[in-house]
């Protein structure tokens, strides 16, 4: 879970978007974008519509973190207890 200073949950809309501004800024060793698709532009200029599910989300890494668990043997009512305090909280 995230806090903000006073310790009260940041709100899943704030944790999004501060993900996406991290995308945005995230470079390679060689100092290029590691999501160009953030950078794309039309056109006439504007920046491109990014295709839902193109990038790493809060909600994959949820997924990454339940793959994980039940790969090192965690039991799955384990994980799902775990997944749903995540959400409560």
Do not use: W, Y
């Not at 160009?36 to 193109?54: C, I, K, Q, T, Y």
């Amino acid at each position: 879970m995230f806090a903000t200073r006073s310790g009260r949950p940041f709100g899943q809309r704030n944790i999004g978007r501060a993900l996406r501004a991290a995308q945005a800024k995230a470079v390679d060793g060689d100092g290029h974008p590691t999501f160009p698709v953030l950078h794309s532009l039309d056109e006439r200029g504007n920046p491109v519509r990014v295709r839902h599910g193109a990038l790493p989300s809060m909600h994959s890494f949820r997924h990454t973190v339940a793959s994980r668990a039940l790969l090192a043997g965690e039991s799955v009512d384990e994980v799902a207890f775990l997944l749903d305090t995540a959400t409560r909280t």
